[in-house]
């Protein structure tokens, strides 16, 4: 099998944004006020909709449909035995033209009670750029939040104490975070990334106000805000805690990073591939998005040229691969079927 060059996957999202998306995939002219996000290799529908979301191939097939005829061939047969025919990653770009609503996502053993899926929302980010003055995110409660008074903030949209109550970090290209679900965050203003979840569209909103959205019927998943709200983490995040979950784990091999903690192995998995000149890859189910420069991807099954804002599907069956050239690209990995959750 081929790498597969991705087309660009955007829909209108109720917040704004995408202009920084525009700038990376060299999109002359776009008018991303409503586009803040680009779904990368999606197999994954929007909350809601039918298909929304999902990533067409260029035969018209969606990702979905391919990979459910080949999921060995595209996900190995390990990944496969584990998962069956799911990739269990989602990609995105995500441009946040205004600071996004304080939301946060529910956890694997939430949403199998009560939203009958596997998969929860655990997330992260890899920082690409910044624009405007003090870039920041907020994320996880500073202290423990009692459960009375996280309801009444919510519904009462008292934004100003629930995000000050927020760690506010600071971020800069480059840095990343993972985010367990349940925790409470939002990203900054200007603030864009490549983001790597688990494969769904589950959001709790505890911040509407403004929003081009009625939270107040939207925000819950259609369970109720009492039982939405038991996805939340209340817990008190203290800079130390916080910490444990920036950063990576240094060199994997000559040319790439690995990027999160141990604790995002059971979700995903992502590297920084910076060749020098070249860098290796195993035959594995990957999604490269190319942050910055030029090169060119090598594999058993075929080659594709890589530029500056370009996205390309590995296949496991495209097998070992090499990337030579100039360039910084992200390469996102699904979990880890040997992690334990
Ligand atoms: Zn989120």
Redesign the pocket.
Known sequence: MKPIPLAANRFPRFYRGGSAIDELRGVAGGDGTFLPEDWVGSTTAAFGSAGDGLTRLEDGRTLREAIRRDPEGFLGRRHAEAYGDDPGLLVKLLHAGERLPV?C?PDRDFARRHLGCPWGKT?AWVVVGVDGPGPVVHLGFREDMDPGRLTGLVQTQRVEPLLSGLNAVPVAAGDTVL?PAGMP?AIGRGVLLVELQEPTDF?VLLEWEGFAIDGRAEGHLGLGFDRALGAVDRTGWSPARLDRLRGGRGPARPGAERLFPAEADPFFRAERLRPDPAVSLEAAFSILVVTGGSGRLETGGGAVELGRGDTVLVPFAAGQGTVRGRLEAVRCLPPDPGAAP
């Open positions: 939301h996502h997330e985010v965050h959001s």
